[in-house]
C-alpha cells in the first residue's frame, strides 16, 4: 500500500495487488467492526455472575477445557477476526493487570459498542462518540471513587479478606468449596505479602494440581510441593533436618562426547575408563558428603548406575526438577543455586525441617514435600480434584481469588459488587450529561445506558426479568440514596450488597471502565479496513 498524491495535491492510496485485497470504508467499516465485537461479547455475556454458565473449549489436538473466565474463554477460542482480536486482548490486559474482571470489561466493551451503532445511524460522528465516552468515563470513575469504602482488616483479621475472595468465587465452577479455598488464598497472599511495602509477590505461591481425591483436600503447604520423587525407590522416604544441595550443574561422570574419539581395542581399557567414570562420579558424592548434604535436588539427570552409586553411599537425590521450581525451593529453603559443581559449599545448601515423599491413592504417583523451610516466605497450594479439567479450572479460579487479595492489600478500597456500582455511576452519568451542551450529550446517555448492561446481564443469567429487576434496583437506588442496591443473583432476600458481602475491589472496576472505553474508541476511530482477501 503506498499514499500518492494526483496533479491537484490530493492524497490517494495505491493498492499493491489490489484484486486480491478487500477494502471496507467509513460507516460500513464502522459498522462490521462493531458487530464483530459484539459478537465476542455476545458470547462472554452468558459467562457473567455466580449464575453464569460454563463455556466447554475442545482445542485442534483434543483436550477439553471447561471454564468460566473470560480471559481463558477468549483466549482458547482462536478467533480470526481482526477486531475481535482486540477484545481478546482486552480481557488479556483486565487479566495481566487485575486479575479479576475479565468477563465483566468484555461485556462492558460490547455494551458500549452496541450503544455506539445506535448513535452512528442517528448520524453522529464517531470522534464525537469517541469523546463522549471519554468524559462519561471519567465521570463513572470518579463517582466509583466516591461511593467507595475502605476496607479494614491485619493479618490476625483475615475475615474480611476472605469474604472478597468468596465474591470472586462465587461465580466459579468450584463455587461447593468457595469458603475454603478462599481461606487458602488468603493465607497464602498473607504468608507471601510485605505488609509494610503493601506488596504482594505472587512468584512464590506455587499452585499444584494432582489429579485425585476431591476439592475438598486441596491444602496450603508451608513450603514446596514438587511433582518428583526420589531417584531410587530405597532411599529415604522422610528426611528430617534436610540440608540440600541445589544443582543445576551435571551430577554424573563426565559423558565421551559424540565428537569425541575414544579407541577401547581391550578389555583392560574398557574397565580403566569404567573404573575411571566410577572414581569420578564417587568423588562428587564424596563432595556433596563434605559439604553436609543430606539430599540432592538436580535439574538434570543422572543414569542407572549413578542412581545405585548414590543409593549405596546413602545420598538421597531427586533428579529433573525443573528451573522453576529449583528457584522456589532455593527461596523457601534459603540455599543457593549452583550452577558449577565446583563452587559447592557449605554456605550454599538449603535448609528444611522436613523432606517426605508422599504417595497418593493406590497409584504409583508420589510427590515431595519440603516442610519448615528456612524461610517460610514460599508456599504451595496442593489442588485435589476429580480430573483434570477440573484442576485446572480451579487453578484459574484460585487465581482470580489469589489477585483479588493481592491487590486488596495494595489497596484496600472496594466497591460493591452485583452491579451496584454500575447502576450508581449509571445513575451519576446520566445526571451529569445534561450539563454538556454539544452532541458530546448523547454518548454520554449512551454510555449510562451501556452500564446497565452488567446488572442486565447479571439479571438475565440468574433467571430473573432483566428490565423490571433492573428498574426496580435502580429506583430504589434513587430512592434510599444507597449506591449499594445490586441484582440478587443468588435469592437470599435482600439486595444490598453491603448486607450480602458482595463486593470487588476498587481498582479493578475502574480498571474495567478505562480498558471498555479505550478498546471501543479505538474501535470506532477505524474508517478504513484493508485486508488480504480470502486466500
Ligand atoms: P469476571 O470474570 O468479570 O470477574 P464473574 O463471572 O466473576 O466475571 O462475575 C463477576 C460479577 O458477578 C461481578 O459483577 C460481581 O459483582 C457479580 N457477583 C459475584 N458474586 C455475586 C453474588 N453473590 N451476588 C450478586 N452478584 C455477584
Ligand atoms: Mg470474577
Same mark, same amino acid.
Given at each position: 500500500?503506498?499514499?500518492?498524491?494526483?496533479?491537484?495535491?490530493?492524497?490517494?492510496?495505491?493498492?499493491?495487488?489490489?484484486?486480491?485485497?478487500?477494502?471496507?470504508?467509513?460507516?460500513?467499516?464502522?459498522?462490521?467492526?462493531?458487530?464483530?465485537?459484539?459478537?465476542?461479547?455476545?458470547?462472554?455475556?452468558?459467562?457473567?455472575?455466580?449464575?453464569?454458565?460454563?463455556?466447554?473449549?475442545?482445542?485442534?489436538?483434543?483436550?477439553?477445557?471447561?471454564?468460566?473466565?473470560?480471559?481463558?474463554?477468549?483466549?482458547?477460542?482462536?478467533?480470526?477476526?481482526?477486531?475481535?482480536?482486540?477484545?481478546?486482548?482486552?480481557?488479556?490486559?483486565?487479566?495481566?493487570?487485575?486479575?479479576?474482571?475479565?468477563?465483566?470489561?468484555?461485556?462492558?466493551?460490547?455494551?458500549?459498542?452496541?450503544?455506539?451503532?445506535?448513535?452512528?445511524?442517528?448520524?453522529?460522528?464517531?470522534?464525537?462518540?469517541?469523546?463522549?465516552?471519554?468524559?462519561?468515563?471519567?465521570?463513572?470513575?470518579?463517582?466509583?471513587?466516591?461511593?467507595?469504602?475502605?476496607?479494614?482488616?491485619?493479618?490476625?483479621?483475615?475475615?474480611?479478606?476472605? @469474604?472478597?475472595?468468596?465474591?470472586?468465587?462465587?461465580?466459579?465452577?468450584?463455587?461447593?468449596?468457595?469458603?475454603?479455598?478462599?481461606?487458602?488464598?488468603?493465607?497464602?497472599?498473607?504468608?507471601?505479602?510485605?505488609?509494610?511495602?503493601?506488596?504482594?509477590?505472587?512468584?512464590?505461591?506455587?499452585?499444584?494440581?494432582?489429579?485425585?481425591?476431591?476439592?475438598?483436600?486441596?491444602?496450603?503447604?508451608?513450603?514446596?510441593?514438587?511433582?518428583?520423587?526420589?531417584?531410587?525407590?530405597?532411599?529415604?522416604?522422610?528426611?528430617?533436618?534436610?540440608?540440600?544441595?541445589?544443582?543445576?550443574?551435571?551430577?554424573?561422570?563426565?559423558?565421551?562426547?559424540? #565428537?569425541?574419539?575414544?579407541?577401547?581395542?581391550?578389555?583392560?581399557?574398557? @574397565?580403566?575408563?569404567?573404573?575411571?567414570?566410577?572414581?569420578?562420579?564417587?568423588?562428587?558424592?564424596?563432595?556433596?558428603?563434605?559439604?553436609?548434604?543430606?539430599? &540432592?535436588?538436580?535439574?538434570?539427570?543422572?543414569?542407572?548406575?549413578?542412581?545405585?552409586?548414590?543409593?549405596?553411599?546413602?545420598?538421597?537425590?531427586?533428579?529433573?526438577?525443573?528451573?522453576?521450581?529449583?528457584?522456589?525451593?532455593?527461596?523457601?529453603?534459603?540455599?543457593?543455586?549452583?550452577?558449577?559443581? @565446583?563452587?559447592?559449599?557449605?554456605?550454599?545448601?538449603?535448609?528444611?525441617?522436613?523432606?517426605?515423599?508422599?504417595?497418593?491413592?493406590?497409584?504409583?504417583?508420589?510427590?515431595?514435600?519440603?516442610?519448615?523451610?528456612?524461610? !517460610?516466605?514460599? &508456599?504451595?497450594?496442593?489442588?485435589?480434584?476429580?480430573?483434570?479439567?477440573?484442576?485446572?479450572?480451579? #487453578?484459574? !479460579?484460585?487465581?482470580?481469588?489469589?489477585?483479588?487479595?493481592?491487590?486488596?492489600?495494595?489497596?484496600? !478500597?472496594?466497591?460493591?459488587?452485583?452491579?451496584?456500582?454500575?447502576?450508581?455511576?449509571?445513575?451519576?452519568?446520566?445526571?451529569?450529561?445534561?450539563?454538556?451542551?454539544?452532541?458530546?450529550?448523547?454518548?454520554?446517555?449512551?454510555?449510562?445506558?451501556?452500564?446497565?448492561?452488567?446488572?442486565?446481564?447479571?439479571?438475565?443469567?440468574?433467571?430473573?426479568?432483566?428490565?423490571?429487576?433492573?428498574?426496580?434496583?435502580?429506583? @430504589?437506588?434513587?430512592?434510599?440514596?444507597?449506591?449499594?442496591?445490586?441484582?440478587?443473583?443468588?435469592?437470599?432476600?435482600?439486595?444490598?450488597?453491603?448486607?450480602?458481602?458482595?463486593?470487588?475491589?476498587?481498582?479493578? #472496576?475502574?480498571?474495567?471502565?478505562?480498558?471498555?472505553?479505550?478498546?471501543?474508541?479505538?474501535?470506532?476511530?477505524?474508517?478504513?479496513?484493508?485486508?488480504?482477501?480470502?486466500?
Amino acid at each position: 500500500m503506498a499514499l500518492a498524491f494526483d496533479e491537484f495535491g490530493r492524497p490517494f492510496i495505491i493498492l499493491k495487488e489490489q484484486e486480491q485485497k478487500t477494502r471496507v470504508r467509513g460507516l460500513d467499516a464502522q459498522r462490521a467492526n462493531i458487530s464483530a465485537g459484539r459478537a465476542v461479547a455476545r458470547i462472554l455475556r452468558t459467562s457473567l455472575g455466580p449464575k453464569g454458565m460454563d463455556k466447554m473449549l475442545q482445542s485442534p489436538d483434543g483436550d477439553v477445557i471447561i471454564t468460566n473466565d473470560g480471559a481463558t474463554i477468549l483466549e482458547q477460542m482462536d478467533v480470526d477476526n481482526q477486531i475481535a482480536k482486540l477484545m481478546v486482548e482486552l480481557s488479556r490486559s483486565q487479566d495481566y493487570e487485575i486479575g479479576d474482571g475479565t468477563t465483566g470489561v468484555v461485556v462492558m466493551a460490547g455494551a458500549l459498542l452496541e450503544q455506539a451503532e445506535k448513535l452512528l445511524e442517528r448520524g453522529i460522528h464517531p470522534i464525537r462518540i469517541a469523546e463522549g465516552y471519554e468524559m462519561a468515563s471519567r465521570i463513572a470513575f470518579e463517582h466509583l471513587e466516591r461511593i467507595s469504602q475502605k476496607f479494614e482488616f491485619s493479618a490476625t483479621d483475615i475475615e474480611p479478606l476472605v @469474604q472478597t475472595c468468596m465474591t470472586t468465587l462465587s461465580s466459579k465452577i468450584v463455587n461447593r468449596c468457595k469458603c475454603m479455598l478462599a481461606e487458602i488464598a488468603v493465607k497464602a497472599v498473607l504468608a507471601v505479602a510485605d505488609l509494610d511495602r503493601k506488596d504482594v509477590n505472587l512468584d512464590l505461591i506455587k499452585v499444584e494440581g494432582k489429579v485425585g481425591g476431591k476439592l475438598e483436600d486441596t491444602e496450603l503447604i508451608y513450603g514446596i510441593v514438587v511433582d518428583k520423587d526420589m531417584s531410587h525407590p530405597q532411599m529415604p522416604k522422610r528426611i528430617e533436618n534436610a540440608k540440600i544441595a541445589i544443582l543445576t550443574c551435571p551430577f554424573e561422570p563426565p559423558k565421551p562426547k559424540t #565428537k569425541h574419539k575414544v579407541d577401547i581395542d581391550t578389555v583392560e581399557k574398557f @574397565q580403566t575408563l569404567r573404573q575411571q567414570e566410577q572414581q569420578y562420579f564417587d568423588d562428587m558424592v564424596q563432595k556433596c558428603k563434605d559439604v553436609g548434604a543430606t539430599l &540432592v535436588i538436580c535439574q538434570w539427570g543422572f543414569d542407572d548406575e549413578a542412581n545405585h552409586l548414590l543409593m549405596h553411599r546413602n545420598l538421597p537425590a531427586v533428579r529433573w526438577v525443573g528451573g522453576v521450581e529449583l528457584e522456589l525451593i532455593a527461596i523457601a529453603t534459603g540455599g543457593r543455586i549452583v550452577p558449577r559443581f @565446583q563452587e559447592l559449599t557449605p554456605e550454599k545448601l538449603g535448609k528444611a525441617g522436613l523432606v517426605r515423599e508422599k504417595s497418593f491413592g493406590t497409584t504409583k504417583d508420589r510427590m515431595l514435600y519440603i516442610e519448615q523451610c528456612a524461610n !517460610s516466605r514460599a &508456599v504451595t497450594i496442593f489442588i485435589r480434584g476429580g480430573n483434570k479439567m477440573m484442576i485446572e479450572e480451579t #487453578k484459574r !479460579s484460585l487465581h482470580d481469588a489469589l489477585c483479588v487479595a493481592r491487590n486488596l492489600i495494595r489497596n484496600n !478500597s472496594i466497591v460493591y459488587g452485583g452491579g451496584s456500582a454500575e447502576i450508581s455511576c449509571s445513575i451519576a452519568v446520566d445526571a451529569a450529561a445534561d450539563r454538556y451542551p454539544g452532541v458530546e450529550q448523547y454518548a454520554i446517555r449512551s454510555f449510562a445506558e451501556a452500564l446497565d448492561s452488567i446488572p442486565l446481564a447479571l439479571a438475565e443469567n440468574s433467571g430473573l426479568q432483566p428490565i423490571n429487576t433492573l428498574t426496580a434496583v435502580k429506583s @430504589q437506588q434513587v430512592k434510599e440514596n444507597n449506591p449499594f442496591c445490586g441484582i440478587d443473583c443468588n435469592d437470599v432476600g435482600t439486595n444490598d450488597m453491603k448486607e450480602q458481602n458482595v463486593f470487588e475491589t476498587l481498582i479493578g #472496576k475502574q480498571q474495567q471502565i478505562l480498558l471498555a472505553t479505550q478498546v471501543v474508541k479505538m474501535i470506532l476511530k477505524i474508517d478504513d479496513v484493508i485486508a488480504p482477501s480470502d486466500y
